[in-house]
C-alpha cells in the first residue's frame, strides 16, 4: 500500500485483541507468549502444592488436578507481566491523568492531614491526662510520619524532575 502525498509505501499494524510482547525490534502474540512460562510455572505449582494434600489419591494425579486448576490463573498473570499496554486496543496512553486517579490523590493529601491533626491531638490529651508514655509513642508516630513525608517529597521531587 503506498501513501497517496509520498508515495512511499507504508504497512498498515492491526493492534491484536490480546496485545504484543515486544523483545528487542520483534514482537511477539502476547497470549501465546505468555502459555509457556504459565503452563510451567501451574505445573511447578502443581508438583509442590502435590505433596501437601492429604488424599490418597497418587501423587501425580493430585499434581495434574493442582496444575490444571492453576493453569488458567498462571497464564493471566504471566500475560499481564509480558504484553505491552501500548499493543493493546483502545487503552489510553495517559491512563495515569484520570480524574478517579486526581480524586485519588487528593483523598490520600485529605487523609493524611487528618491522620496528623489526629495524632497531634491524641498528642496532647496523653500529655494533659499525665499518659506520658501515650505522649510519647504519639509524638514519635507524629515524627515518623513527617520523616515520611519529607522523604516521599524529596523522592518525588528529584527522582521524577521533568
Same mark, same amino acid.
Given at each position: 500500500?503506498?501513501?497517496?502525498?509520498s508515495?512511499?509505501?507504508?504497512?498498515?499494524?492491526?493492534?491484536?485483541?490480546?496485545?504484543?510482547?515486544?523483545?528487542?525490534?520483534?514482537?511477539?502474540?502476547?497470549?501465546?507468549?505468555?502459555?509457556?512460562?504459565?503452563?510451567?510455572?501451574?505445573?511447578?505449582?502443581?508438583?509442590?502444592?502435590?505433596?501437601?494434600?492429604?488424599?490418597?489419591?497418587? #501423587?501425580?494425579?493430585?499434581?495434574?488436578?493442582v496444575?490444571?486448576?492453576?493453569?488458567?490463573?498462571?497464564?493471566?498473570?504471566? #500475560?499481564?507481566?509480558?504484553?505491552?499496554?501500548?499493543?493493546?486496543?483502545?487503552?489510553?496512553?495517559h491512563a495515569?491523568?484520570?480524574?478517579?486517579?486526581?480524586?485519588?490523590?487528593?483523598?490520600?493529601?485529605?487523609?493524611?492531614?487528618?491522620?496528623?491533626?489526629?495524632?497531634?491531638?491524641?498528642?496532647?490529651?496523653?500529655?494533659?491526662?499525665?499518659?506520658?508514655? #501515650?505522649?510519647?509513642?504519639?509524638?514519635?508516630?507524629?515524627?515518623?510520619?513527617?520523616?515520611?513525608?519529607?522523604?516521599?517529597?524529596?523522592?518525588?521531587?528529584?527522582?521524577?524532575?521533568?
Amino acid at each position: 500500500m503506498k501513501d497517496e502525498k509520498s508515495g512511499k509505501a507504508t504497512v498498515n499494524v492491526r493492534p491484536r485483541s490480546f496485545g504484543t510482547v515486544r523483545f528487542g525490534s520483534r514482537s511477539m502474540p502476547a497470549l501465546t507468549t505468555a502459555l509457556i512460562p504459565g503452563l510451567a510455572s501451574s505445573i511447578v505449582l502443581g508438583i509442590l502444592l502435590a505433596g501437601f494434600m492429604p488424599q490418597s489419591v497418587p #501423587w501425580m494425579v493430585k499434581a495434574l488436578i493442582v496444575a490444571v486448576i492453576l493453569c488458567p490463573i498462571a497464564v493471566s498473570l504471566w #500475560w499481564i507481566i509480558l504484553v505491552d499496554p501500548n499493543t493493546l486496543p483502545g487503552t489510553n496512553p495517559h491512563a495515569e491523568e484520570n480524574i478517579e486517579s486526581h480524586w485519588y490523590g487528593r483523598a490520600e493529601q485529605l487523609s493524611y492531614r487528618i491522620f496528623i491533626g489526629l495524632v497531634s491531638a491524641g498528642c496532647l490529651l496523653a500529655s494533659l491526662m499525665g499518659a506520658d508514655q #501515650w505522649a510519647l509513642v504519639l509524638v514519635c508516630v507524629l515524627i515518623a510520619m513527617l520523616l515520611i513525608l519529607a522523604l516521599s517529597y524529596a523522592f518525588v521531587r528529584f527522582a521524577h524532575h521533568e
